[in-house]
């Protein structure tokens, strides 16, 4: 087993920073904008995935392909 410090994940998954970081942004930035302009919504499992796959799928080939690409 390895041990990884705290704070240092990221530095050893490239993937995480280029790939899931951009994720992360897409679908926050729509589940911010969808409480915005529905204060009194209740995001469930079901419109939390939703939002997740559109986010999932506004990424670019280029984008994943960056992330791999600091494997080969």
Known sequence: MTY????YT????????VVFAVL???ANSK?????LDNPDAK????KSA???????NEISAETIE???NQYL
Not at 10 to 15: C, G, H
Not at 31 to 35: P, V
């Open 66 to 68: 960056r992330g791999w």
């Open 31 to 35: 589940l911010s904008q969808l409480l």
């Open 4 to 7: 990884i410090p705290d704070g």
């Open 10 to 17: 990221d530095s050893f998954q490239p993937l995480d920073i």
């Open 43 to 46: 995001i469930g499992m079901e």
């Open 24 to 26: 992360k942004n897409i």
């Open 50 to 56: 939703q939002i997740l796959i559109e986010s999932w």
